[in-house]
């Protein structure tokens, strides 16, 4: 049975606002959702509930992966279960090497799966070595502090080596291609094909424009403005956004 993420009439408020007005949306495995519209219109908000950050209130509906309610279970459990989030601003921890950081991750999202044990510590860096060489990251990161230093680029093909390392069913990624340059955009953009081809995740990706669209083309785009969706479509829809914005909203 293919696993599917469903939301259905997501309202959220944060310190007694409103923000979520009855999101529903349904993923499925290998499928790519464009979440779009204007700053403060609720896509941070949604990504971050999802992953259940607990300043965030959610006051009516349901979220489900596959039969699991994400919404009465931890972050932590929420991936175990198969959810990712990719930060919009990557957090830096000095002194906690990449490759044991990323270590400890996998060990909790696979716990008790003794199909996904490593043997020794020096099995999984190679495995690591070689996701990194797939997707084109340098080696040397893996040794370095988390982010510690890292150009903006670099953090982002981090958390893309992240996603790629935990395997999840569905991830969200949370304007993953702000501040990159071009280069940047296409190196992250491939680094998410991959994933999705190797592992068929189903993807949330949260942007504010076309430019990673044209590499990563969506299946579905959806439009949410003032904690709603407004209008959905397939990758056309982002063309007239360009060109029109969220006028006829406001």
């Known amino acids: 049975m293919s696993s599917v993420l469903n939301i259905k009439d997501l309202q959220v408020k944060i310190d007694q606002k409103q923000i979520l007005q009855g999101i529903s949306l349904t993923v499925k495995p290998g499928e790519v959702h464009a979440i779009m519209g204007p700053n403060g219109s609720g896509k941070s908000t ?4 999802l992953t259940g950050h607990p300043a965030y209130k959610v006051t009516q509906g349901e979220v489900k992966l596959d039969k699991n309610d994400l919404l009465v279970m931890s972050p932590d459990e929420r991936a175990q279960a198969g959810l990712f989030l990719a930060f919009q601003h990557p957090t830096e921890i000095p002194g906690v090497k990449v ?3 990323l270590r400890q991750a996998y060990r909790a999202r696979f716990e ?4 996904k044990q490593f043997g020794s510590v020096l099995a999984f860096r190679k495995h690591l070595e070689k996701l990194a060489q797939e997707l084109q990251i340098n ?3 893996l ?6 230093g890292f150009s903006g680029g670099e953090k982002k093909r981090l958390e893309i080596l992240q996603m790629a390392v935990l395997e999840p069913k569905f991830a969200i990624l949370d304007e993953i291609d702000s501040g990159l ?3 940047a955009i296409k190196a992250v953009a491939t680094g998410i094909k991959r994933n999705i081809k190797k592992y068929n995740t189903g993807v949330l990706l949260i942007t504010h424009y076309q430019r990673i669209l044209d590499y990563i083309k969506p299946n579905f785009v959806h439009v949410i403005v003032e904690g709603k969706v407004v209008e959905s ?5 982002v063309k007239k956004l360009e060109a029109d914005g969220y006028q ?3």
């Open 46 to 49: 949604l990504a971050y509930t």
């Open 143 to 148: 040794k370095r502090g988390l982010n510690e």
């Open 112 to 115: 008790g799966q003794k199909t």
């Open 248 to 250: 006829k909203w406001s």
């Open 99 to 101: 490759q044991n950081f």
């Open 139 to 141: 080696p040397e990161l």
């Open 181 to 183: 340059d071009i280069d």
């Open 233 to 237: 479509g397939d990758k056309n829809l």
